[in-house]
């Protein structure tokens, strides 16, 4: 056996080494969307898929790795070698959705695969029918964007030079994405150096034995969590507000059974698949599982496929938490997979009400592409402003402006002034929504107002792709719920536009101006129970414009 403070050595080693991997990625990307926003994420899993360690990136991505390594081995069984590099997106073979490209960098030592170190990144672009890596008007996956089953780009070292040319000519602004892909191997390969230091300094018997006892400690660790819950069964929902194609209200019901010290997750009464990209693969199912997992079990506790071991999960085929192909599901990363998330978390509230946290805001981003009249090149730009709030928890109030549940903070906006000088974009008003959170013990986080104003010399065009229109954060506990987003475009004359959470080829004309009132988090506990001293506070920041009524405080 590994003495524990080796493992303990180790064990931070691997985080290190993907944090390390995170900042090489975020220092030399092409991207916007990577290099300010920054939505990806990177891990080590060892040669039997299992997840060692991940950067606290985006949530969501991490927990469908494992299906990505299980989909590139069985594709080239007995022909990974050392100076490999495999590139996969497609979601139906180990993929969250078409966007997120994931580049595989095999580590060999003495001739055997111990680990492989992985980044998964979001495109700015990935083809398909329309511009921005989502397609709201898709009805089938190969609308949505070029399809990359397990694939390799290096071959023992060597640059596979037809098949790159094959994947940029089948997506918008190439030089960005060779950049960003570049970027990718690149902070595969620091995993892949850092991981041989390691090797060479304990040896590879002492650093595998340790990642037994990484995987086995952090299953004891959550079990430990899940034990003290309340044994029962349990149901929570969540809706959507649509899918864009006719299908409204779409439900995600999750019945959760605890059951000592393991769960069972069985998510098989959701909606039927529908005809929008809202859809669902397994592998983006499973990972959101695996992320309301997280947000409930201790913080400390590493996030890997130890950890996981504790629950089991049920779903069918053919639902909108698992699609069956061709179905598309561009959007699932945001939505459904948040809707999975609230669902668990919604359930766990009657077994465990002092970790469950009330809903964070939903997605709905806007994709913007035109000419760049500085530079006479086409741009696309993706708002990442104007963050929805987090939702409250028992710890406290919900962060501002934290973004939405599914990233939980993890995807940033970057500089407006970079923003403004990349982009041909003018951001006249930027601040906290007052009043858009739900009330509580604990309220949830602020939303934004936000007016921007495009500075092109000719049309743009935009689309949407996002949710929570008609269904707000939800309040939980007795909190309430938080107001929902309300997204317009206003031209130059006045006349002011509504903008739907999933639409394409929305006219942009120069002046023209996005008002967005992003929505706020919901509320943890009664509304009665916060202190008087945390409402004079609100109305001192400005985060409430009106005193509540006497009811309302009673008991405060």
């Known amino acids: 056996m590994t003495d524990p403070i080796t493992v303990s050595v180790v064990m931070h080693r691997f985080t290190a080494t993907v944090q390390e991997m995170g900042e090489a990625m975020l220092r030399t990307a092409y991207s916007q969307i990577l290099n300010s926003s920054r ?43 050392p100076g490999d590099v495999y590139l996969l997106n497609d979601p139906y073979h180990g993929g969250n959705h078409l966007p997120d490209l994931t580049a595989l960098v ?24 329309t511009h921005g890596a989502y397609n709201p008007a898709a009805t089938e996956i190969w609308q949505e964007g070029i399809r990359i089953t397990p694939l390799k780009l290096y071959d023992a070292g060597e640059l596979r030079d037809d098949v790159m040319k094959m994947i940029v000519t089948n997506v918008r602004h190439t030089d960005d994405f060779l950049g960003d892909l570049r970027a990718m191997i690149g902070s595969a390969r620091v995993g892949e150096r850092r991981l041989l230091q390691l090797i060479d300094e304990y040896g590879a018997h002492t650093v595998m034995e340790s990642v037994e006892d990484i995987l086995d400690s952090a299953e004891r660790e959550a079990r430990e969590c899940i034990s003290s819950w309340r044994d029962g069964t349990y149901h929570g929902e969540a809706v959507l507000d649509d899918d864009g194609q ?16 393991g769960l069972t997750v069985d998510l098989s009464d959701s909606h039927p698949q529908v005809s929008g990209f809202i859809n669902s693969s397994y592998p983006n199912m499973m990972s959101a599982v695996y992320m309301a997992l997280s947000f409930l079990i201790e913080p400390r506790t590493p996030k890997n496929s130890g950890t996981f071991r504790v629950v089991d999960v049920i779903a069918r085929e053919g639902t909108v938490v698992w699609a069956a192909e061709p179905a598309p599901v561009t959007l699932a990363t945001n939505h459904c997979a948040q809707e999975i998330a609230e669902s668990v978390i919604k359930a766990m509230a009657q077994a465990c009400p002092e970790r469950v946290i009330a809903g964070w805001g939903r997605r709905f981003r806007i994709a913007i592409k035109g000419v760049n009249p500085r530079t006479d090149k086409q741009f696309i730009w993706h708002l990442f402003h104007a963050r929805p709030g987090g939702g409250a928890s ?19 906006f970057g500089s407006i002034e970079v923003a403004e000088t990349r982009f041909p974009l003018f951001f006249e008003h930027h601040e906290f929504r007052p009043d858009s959170f739900g009330d509580g013990r604990f309220r949830g986080g602020a939303g934004t107002v936000l007016k921007l104003r495009m500075e092109t010399a000719e049309p743009a065009v935009a689309n949407t792709a996002g949710d929570g229109v008609r269904h707000p954060s939800y309040g939980i506990i007795g909190g309430r719920d938080g107001l929902p987003h309300r997204y317009r475009l206003i031209s130059a004359d006045g006349t002011e536009r509504v903008l739907k959470t999933k639409e ?10 996005f008002l967005v009132e992003s929505a706020g988090g919901g509320g943890y506990g009664p ?3 916060r202190s008087t001293a945390a409402r004079e506070e609100d109305m001192r920041n400005g985060f409430v414009t009106a005193v509540p009524s006497a009811p309302e405080l009673e008991g405060a």
């Open 39 to 81: 939505d990806f994420s990177t891990a080590i899993t060892d040669d039997q898929a299992r997840l060692v360690a991940q950067a606290e990136h985006v949530p969501i991505h991490v927990g469908s790795i494992p299906w990505a390594v299980k989909a590139v081995t069985g594709f080239f069984d007995g022909r990974v070698r």
């Open 106 to 129: 095999p580590v060999f030592h003495d001739g055997r695969l111990l680990f492989w170190s992985i980044n998964r990144s979001h495109q700015s672009d990935i083809g398909g029918s």
């Open 246 to 261: 006719g299908a409204t209200d779409v439900h995600v019901k999750a019945t959760v059974t605890v059951r000592g010290d």
């Open 394 to 412: 028992p710890a406290g109030d919900g962060w501002e402006t934290a973004g939405e549940g599914q990233a939980m903070g993890s995807s940033k």
């Open 504 to 513: 394409i080829d929305i006219p942009v004309q120069p002046g023209d101006v």
């Open 527 to 529: 509304p009665d129970l």
